[in-house]
């Protein structure tokens, strides 16, 4: 069960979704969090404190320049983590899968498959499964009769 887990989500786009969905979506909430409770002050702060900090006005407009730089940082942020948690960890996983140093998904053999078929073709003919008819001293895999 784990294996066939494991193969899912090492197909192509499967883990590109889950990073887009869940990791961007939650740790952009966790950054937004950050930045909004510890960098708004600071760059307050660095812009002249008080309410108008971060910000300039020029003929009657506002910049809100502190604002940007904080998106700014969280975007960084943002980007950064989801590369080295998950990014680097699949490319490096991926490649190790193409040197050989792991298996990738196993393949069934040539006889599970003769059995495969051989069941399906009862099936269709109204037969079960059952013992191998070609006689005694004939080989059965593991859980045939």
């Known amino acids: 069960m784990i294996k ?3 193969d899912f989500l090492l197909r192509g786009n499967v883990v590109d ?33 008080g309410v108008d900090g971060g ?18 940082i969280t975007f960084v942020l943002t980007a950064a983590v989801v590369y080295f948690v998950v990014v680097l960890p699949m490319k490096t996983l991926v490649e190790r899968r193409k040197r050989g ?14 059995v495969e078929i051989r069941d399906l073709l009862r099936a269709q003919q109204g037969q079960g499964p059952g013992r191998d008819p070609s006689g005694p001293g004939t080989t059965s ?3 045939q009769l």
């Open 101 to 114: 140093e792991e298996a990738g998904p196993a393949e069934p053999t040539q006889v599970e498959l003769l």
């Open 17 to 49: 979704l889950a990073v887009a969905v869940v990791i961007g979506t939650a740790f952009t909430l966790l950054v937004g969090s950050f930045t909004s409770s510890f960098l708004e002050p600071l760059i307050g702060l660095v812009g002249g404190g």
């Open 55 to 72: 910000t300039f006005t020029i003929n009657g407009q506002t910049f809100d320049w502190g604002a940007f730089v904080n998106q700014l």
């Open 141 to 143: 895999l593991p859980g």
């Open 4 to 6: 066939g887990f494991k």
